[in-house]
């Protein structure tokens, strides 16, 4: 079967990676996709958001499957088209993917079926969002309503930093028209962990957890990025935490996407914060996460199609799951500058060298190729992965593969796997 891959990063390289070990693919598209991909699939110049684009491509070059990796296609309605041209495609609706791109609708939601978050407040005007903050406790959450790559949430510590985030995003529109409403939440202390599960609206299954670095600078300092760093299993979500977020958190979604008439069938993220009180939703994605499935998909025993397929079929149930019993931890290798202004076109050495290395997968984000060289071409360039007996052999494979490659102003964290507090 022929299977194309909507999107060009990261995530999309991982995708395609594991799809191309599935007995029943014999052809891989992706569009836009990157310098790496284009080793393993054929890349077309389609943007991930020409909705009639890559649907008219599907058609005219019978794809059997299109897998609709990114947030924005999802958020626009491209299964919806698919769906309708009778094309087979992975991922939810966009009456479904709105779990994502309105930050209200999912804390309403959420707020309704009684599944736990964080207090919160929406605005969409800054004087009462000013008012509201005048007196609240601090630090305090101010998010983006919308889809703004992974960065549209400002903790701010005092009043002063809250008003300017305020400002920032719903007058200088950092976040474009993802700032149009705000939600401002409850700041809780604890330990974010990630949970990918798929779910075809009658049943979910979770995949194995991970932890996500989001900060650019070692310690969790700076500015958010969409990731700079990922690991698998995460050090504290036990058997316990399991069995509560089922109960108390992913069953309930899943049932509330239903009875919203919204059913939701795909990869349903869920990024969780394990708390003192207990734990929480901080957000959903409708997507697989980046770099997080840079980790989880490594330790997938098995076959991705055949349960992507299950699951557009509505028979996930029928399916066994299983996973590695190895860690995985990926480190992201970005340009010097991300996730502000940074160069383009530098020359990438040492991925090879880096492959080389035991159990280790050099995931392209932001790369082009030419001739048999890669360049730079976005801000996180490199997701270097590696699987290792235990989370720390994990990373100190990982790191040491980095420590193999280089290009111009190259920049990583040097903490990924570290517990984080």
Known sequence: MKVLIVGGGGREHALAHKISQSKKVDKIYCAPGNGGISQIAECVDIK?????????FAQNAGIDLTVVAQDDPLALGMVDEFEKRGLAAFGPKKDAAIIESSKVFSKNLMKKYNIPTADYMVFDNKEDAASYLADKEYPIVIKAEGLALGKGVIIAQSYDEAKNAVDRIMDERIF????????????????????????DGNVIIP????????????????????????????RIYDREAEKYCMEKIFVPT??????????FKGVLYFGLIITDKGIFVIEYNCRFGDPEAQVVLPRLKGDLVEIMLALTEERLSDVTIQWDNRAAACVVMASGGYPGEYSK???IYGIEQAEKCDNVTVYHAGTKKAG?????????????SALGDTLDEAVKKAYDAVGRI????????????NPVK
Request: net charge neutral; glycine share 14%.
């Open 345 to 347: 076109n530098l020359k």
């Open 406 to 417: 280089s290009f111009e102003n190259a920049y990583y964290r040097r903490d990924i796997g």
């Open 207 to 234: 995949m194995v957890s991970a932890q996500d670095h989001k900060k650019i600078y070692d310690g969790d300092k700076g500015p958010n990025t969409g990731g700079m760093g990922a690991f698998s299993p995460s």
């Open 48 to 56: 991930a958001t020409d909705i009639k684009g890559m649907a008219d």
């Open 372 to 384: 048999n060289d890669f360049y730079t071409s976005g801000g996180r360039v490199l997701g270097v």
């Open 176 to 199: 474009g028209n993802a700032g149009d409403r705000i939600v401002i939440e409850q700041f809780l202390s604890g330990t974010e962990v990630s949970v990918l599960a798929f779910t």
């Open 254 to 263: 899943m049932r509330a996407m239903n009875a919203e008439g919204r059913k």
